[in-house]
């Protein structure tokens, strides 16, 4: 049938017409310093333009080293590593739904946003959750921990080591580790942003399930996750009737692929290939290197908003050193702070969840001296157009000092 005479069919949804990304995106890319996703290595980048089977020889090799540098990074000796595709929710929502069902008595240290999400999700596969509530800027003192576990005798304990949202740090996590251990409790530990940022030993600690994302401290992509199960936690997945709801987050069959190398659900094969070099990045850096490097970025980073003339979110003893809050001055918003250092600056920071902060991460990639330099001048600049009286230069000057300190 010649082309001329095929019958046209008018579509009921008619065909959209759309500006290509180059349209969209920015001329230049903008550098991501909020609270993730956060800048990825050339390596994790060309590796996240790579397809390959997902099942076969090559795909073992590569989930075999990819469990291997995890447990590195984790620093655990379980077998029981595996990757989720999604995002540190899906690997939240992985160690939740396995460990805990109808009934299971849950107890879940909620210093703000995000660990209160694993309360959310214990309550959602029906598990009886208490929420030990702990003020804004503060954690909870280990005597309110050991009581709250007296009251609630929970199986499963839920805590962050770093909430993102307010930028408090669970310091005390080897010892909440300890009580519940003590008390017969599994803990499950959310790091999606403090891994491989700062110290955290899962096997010594004695940590039953450990998460983590990609787009954070890691630097590799958003959507490929991790997670750990301790031997202990292992066996409480492996004991369970009732099969989890959640079938693509079901660990038992994850397994097949994370360790049978057989199929579960097809891999997300070009983000498992960028979350290998990140890992092999961090391995060659080494985490001892790594900690080093973050720290020192931060409180230079911390020392130069403060010589700005800006406050600092949270106090000293309970700061975050993976992402920084920093108050936003009054008669400012944070959503104007964050438009207007993105528009005039190419500098992307994030606000947080109706708090008067803005944000700046402080995970991988975002440690480096070059980018500092760049957010601390973008972000004095900012106050600057927006009419807040900062000293630009003392700013730039102290961030230099805390970075040459010991050079
Ligand atoms: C970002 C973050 C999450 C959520 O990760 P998603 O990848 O957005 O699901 C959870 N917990 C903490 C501590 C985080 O920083």
Redesign the pocket.
């Known amino acids: 049938m010649p082309i001329s005479s095929m019958p046209t069919v008018a579509s009921a949804v008619p065909c959209p017409v759309v500006e290509s990304l180059d349209a969209i995106l920015p001329e230049e890319p903008l550098l991501m310093m909020g ?2 996703p956060v800048p990825i290595p050339a390596a994790v980048a060309k590796a996240n333009t790579i397809v390959i089977n997902h099942l076969g020889g090559t795909m073992v090799k590569v989930i075999a080293q990819v469990k291997t540098m995890a447990r590195y990074v984790f620093q655990t000796q379980s077998k029981w590593v595996l990757g989720v595709a ?7 929502e992985m160690a939740i739904s396995n460990l805990a069902w109808e009934g299971t008595r849950v107890l879940c240290i909620k210093n703000g946003f ?2 209160d ?1 694993m309360g959310e999700m214990g309550r959602r596969v029906g598990a009886r959750v208490s929420t030990l509530e702990v003020a804004d800027r503060t954690v909870a003192s280990l005597e309110q921990i050991a009581e709250a576990m007296r009251r609630e005798r929970p199986e499963i304990v839920t805590v ?6 307010n930028t408090v740090w669970n310091y005390h996590l080897k010892d909440i580790a300890a009580l519940a251990k003590a008390a017969g409790a599994l803990v499950i530990v ?5 891994l491989s940022t700062m110290p955290l030993e899962m096997d010594a600690w004695g940590i039953d399930a450990v ?1 983590t ?4 401290g890691l630097s590799s992509i ?2 490929v ?1 991790l997670i750990a199960f301790s031997d202990a936690a292992w066996a409480r997945v492996k004991g369970r009737t009732a099969p989890n709801a959640h079938w693509c987050l079901d660990a038992s069959l994850a397994e097949n692929f994370w360790h049978n190398a057989g199929y579960h659900y097809t891999a997300p094969v070009s983000g498992v290939l960028a979350l290998h070099e990140a890992l092999r990045l961090v391995c060659a850096e080494t985490l001892e290197k790594r900690f080093a490097r973050h720290l020192k970025c931060s409180l230079a980073l911390q020392d130069g908003v403060t010589a700005l003339g800006l406050q600092l979110y949270a106090p000293a003893a309970c700061r975050l050193n993976s ?1 920084v809050g920093i108050e936003v001055p009054a008669g400012l918003s944070p959503a104007d702070v964050c438009a207007h250092i993105s528009r005039q600056h190419q500098v992307e920071i994030s606000g947080s969840f109706g708090l008067p902060i803005v944000r700046i991460g402080q995970m991988g990639e975002q440690c480096r001296e070059h980018n500092l330099f760049r957010t601390v001048h973008a972000l004095g600049r900012t106050m600057v157009d927006l009419g807040v009286k900062v000293d630009l230069p003392a700013g730039v000057a102290a961030l230099e000092r805390g970075l040459s300190e010991g050079k």
Do not use: Y
Not at 86 to 92: L, Q, V
Not at 160 to 165: A, P
Not at 190 to 194: E, G, K, P
């Open positions: 609270a993730g999604g995002p540190g929710s899906a690997a939240m995000f660990s999400r962050v080591q770093g909430e993102t949202s959310d790091a999606v942003c403090t998460i994302g990609g787009q954070k958003p959507g996750s992402v």
